[in-house]
């Protein structure tokens, strides 16, 4: 058996987990965020021993059954992991060595605050936290120009527009590549579906 069918057959004897109820309106409505870690001794040693982990959960208890998945280890004294595959993080990359911290803490931003937090992580990497995340996002919108044209109606801009009778000739397209060279950016998740964040 390869290590990716292993993987896969490890998928297929566990149940997934829903959700819990968001009050983001994006939120996920697949299964928790799960890794997968090997023991690296069986491993190098031609051995597929590892584990599927669901890690919404605390750091500690993370690591708690990395250990026990090292302990019944096919090789003696094993001691080094890695994680090898992950799945349900919404485009989120994990590495091999990712710390453990900081994997539980992905995850739980990731249950709280749905698909818009992992869109953030793409365009932060390593930079994504929390506090960063919910000082600069704007919103989900269909496109670009949709943002530019409530931006303009937050800012009293379109009204302003309208009673000048100007309002037809706005060309909303060449307003939000404006807004978007200097003080936005967004990312695309999906067909007309795009979330919005200050620079």
């Not at 009050?23 to 965020?33: F, V």
């Not at 090789?75 to 992950?86: L, R, S, V």
């Not at 989120?92 to 698909?115: C, F, S, T």
Request: hydrophobic fraction near 35%; proline fraction near 3%; charged fraction near 25%.
């Amino acid at each position: 058996m390869t290590e990716k069918e292993g993987f896969q057959s490890a998928r297929l004897q566990a149940e997934p987990i829903q959700n819990p109820k968001s009050k983001i309106p994006n939120r996920l409505t697949q299964a928790t965020p799960r890794i997968y870690v090997a023991c690296l001794a069986a491993y190098n040693n031609g051995k597929l021993h590892g584990r599927w982990i669901d890690v919404e959960r605390d750091a500690a208890s993370i690591r708690s059954e990395i250990h026990q998945m090292l302990a019944s280890s096919p090789e003696p004294d094993a001691e080094e992991w890695a994680i090898h595959w992950y799945e349900n993080w919404e485009g989120i990359e994990i590495g091999e060595n990712e710390d453990i911290e900081r994997v539980a803490n992905l995850a739980e931003m990731l249950m709280k605050h749905g698909v818009a937090f992992a869109a953030y992580c793409q365009y932060r990497g390593k930079d994504a936290e929390e506090e960063g995340f919910l000082e600069n996002y704007a919103g989900e919108y269909e496109t670009e120009s949709d943002f530019a044209q409530e931006l303009w109606q937050e800012l009293g801009l379109l009204q302003q527009s309208e009673n000048l009778g100007i309002d037809n000739y706005i060309n909303w397209e060449a307003i939000a590549r404006d807004l978007f060279i200097s003080d936005y950016y967004s990312v695309e998740v999906g067909e007309r579906q795009v979330y919005v964040f200050h620079r």
